[in-house]
């Protein structure tokens, strides 16, 4: 069976690309762009093929689709933060919509509707969600706060369309925070960990920034998040929509305090007016209900572990620096 990964280079792409080449039967394939980092796909290099892929090119995308005739597709290729988002909203939202719009039309074009498609979206998409609606069931309102958030409700709604439109076989998912090692350093969890670090290695001085602390967000580790995307491609139903999380809502001040008591050092936390957005969710809790009991997913890794796994994977990277 050929797979294609795109945006293989990344977090979620390289961990999805780890879990599938462990599959009897399976060509993997993964799209990059030139200036793309593989150090996280290094380890298997030898056992997946690579294509550079601008995927907002639309004939690339048709030569490419053409070249592996895909059984699957795991579309991660995207840009992924919030924070960056409100800096450049226009780029997030060309960005992440041509290049999921270019993969459907090459589909049609290739009259290959049979190929199932995972689209991962983010629970991002809900933005405003009221106490009354916690935790979040995937029927509640896409009320997206962020520019990155809009990106990712058309993304999703232009998955559905084409689903009814053409009959491609696409599933849906809406993840909800997940973390762990090979995770960008703009992103809160990943950020405290490489902070921490750099002070351990007296890199930094021992105060660590940080924005609101008050937050409260579901962490799931990225390792049993693509177990769960490769379950939604294998139960879950064309046109549907699965959320993806713990279940398990953790405040950002927990999760400092949690990643503080795993350094041997003393550090002092200072609020950084830098890190604070626009507007923020206060709270973000998951209904996974739906998709567990479709597939019989459930997340393994201990949140402990995962933060543990985090923060060895920085003393590594600063340690190589």
Request: charged share 25%.
């Amino acid at each position: 069976m050929n797979i294609l990964i795109t945006g293989i280079t990344g977090m979620a792409g390289s961990h999805m690309a780890d879990y599938l080449v462990q599959q009897d039967g399976c060509e993997i394939h993964g799209t990059f762009r030139w200036r793309s980092n593989r150090k996280h796909i290094s380890h298997i290099e030898k056992r997946i093929h690579l294509h550079e892929c601008e995927l907002k090119d639309s004939h690339a995308v048709i030569r490419l689709l053409k070249d592996i005739r895909p059984q699957k597709i795991y579309h991660f290729a995207s840009q992924s933060n919030v924070a960056t988002s409100w800096n450049s909203p226009r780029d997030t939202l060309v960005n992440n919509i041509t290049a999921e719009l270019n993969l459907f039309e090459a589909l049609k074009f290739l009259d290959a509707a049979d190929v199932r498609v995972l689209v991962s979206g983010s629970s991002e998409e809900y933005g405003l969600v009221t106490p009354d609606e916690l935790p979040v069931k995937e029927t509640n309102p896409l009320r997206p706060l962020s520019p990155y958030a809009v990106s990712k409700v058309t993304q999703d709604t232009l998955a559905y369309q084409y689903f009814k439109s053409y009959g491609l076989q696409i599933v849906r998912t809406r993840s909800f925070n997940h973390t762990g090692p090979r995770q960008a350093d703009v992103f809160v969890t990943s950020n405290f960990a490489r902070q921490i670090v750099k002070i351990e290695k007296g890199k930094q001085e021992p105060i660590i920034y940080v924005g609101n602390l008050e937050a409260k967000r579901d962490f799931t580790d990225i390792r049993d998040v693509v177990k769960a995307y490769g379950l939604a491609l294998e139960a879950g139903e064309a046109g549907e929509v699965y959320n993806i999380g713990r279940d398990r809502a953790y405040s950002i001040r927990q999760v400092l305090e949690l990643l503080l008591g795993m350094s041997p050092i003393a550090i002092e936390v200072k609020e950084d007016p830098e890190r604070m957005r626009p507007s923020d969710v206060p709270v973000m809790l998951c209904d996974s209900s739906k998709f567990r009991s479709k597939s019989g997913w459930q997340p393994e890794i201990p949140f402990e572990k995962t933060l543990a796994d985090l923060l060895d994977y920085w003393r590594m990277m600063e340690g190589e620096r």
